[in-house]
């Protein structure tokens, strides 16, 4: 393999491993941002629920 090809192998191997990092970051803060509105959402279903329970 010429020296070109090696580079340009290497290039798209650090590439990928950019794009593997930031997708990982991604679900990260999508999972984070889930987890907060399903507590929230929870929170409300439970306000609106305590008047019942509480009878």
């Known amino acids: 393999m ?3 090809e090696q ?3 290497e290039r798209n191997r650090e590439i990928a491993q950019n794009e593997r990092e930031r997708a990982a970051d ?3 803060r999508l999972s984070s941002w889930a987890i907060g509105v399903a507590v929230i959402l929870g929170l409300i279903a439970l306000g ?3 008047p019942w329970l509480r009878r």
């Open 2 to 4: 010429n020296e070109p």
């Open 7 to 9: 580079t340009e192998k």
């Open 26 to 28: 991604s679900a990260v």
């Open 48 to 50: 609106f629920a305590w």
